[in-house]
């Protein structure tokens, strides 16, 4: 059974950095990816980051390139995602989810897993 749950989140200014994590303490299916989505108040969830666990490659919302990295461990329990240069509009709260599909999808409704959420505040 996956559990999902992520870490990390805060308070940050401008133009500082943050690094999530989150924690797979179940079971991984044979084929998985996961990912970061983010949601801000009011507003519709949106892919952030996602990485293959069962295999290799990475993609990003083209909008994010450059400043957010996501990584993996090796045991593929853990993923991190480095957060540079933040601005105001990244405060969101930021989910993990875990996608049992062979691909790094990027739709919300192609991930059977989530965790609850860790809150990104960018502020002066």
């Known amino acids: 059974q996956v559990q999902l749950v992520e870490s990390g989140g805060g308070l940050v200014q401008p133009g500082g950095s943050l690094t999530l994590s989150c924690v797979n303490s179940?079971?991984?299916?044979?084929?998985?990816?996961m990912g970061w989505f983010r949601q801000a108040p009011g507003k519709e969830r949106k892919f952030v980051a996602g990485?293959?666990?069962?295999?290799?490659?990475?993609t990003y919302e083209d909008s994010l390139k450059g400043r957010f990295t996501i990584s993996k461990n090796r045991a593929g329990d853990t993923i991190n995602l480095q957060m540079n240069s933040l601005k105001y509009e990244d405060s969101a709260i930021y989910y993990c989810?875990?996608?049992?599909?062979?691909?790094?999808?990027?739709?919300?409704?192609?991930?059977?897993?989530w965790g609850r959420g860790t809150q990104v505040t960018v502020s002066s």
């Open positions: 179940g079971s991984t299916p044979s084929a998985a990816a």
């Open positions: 989810a875990l996608s049992e599909m062979p691909v790094i999808p990027t739709h919300p409704s192609l991930f059977d897993h």
């Open positions: 990485i293959m666990i069962t295999g290799i490659g990475s």
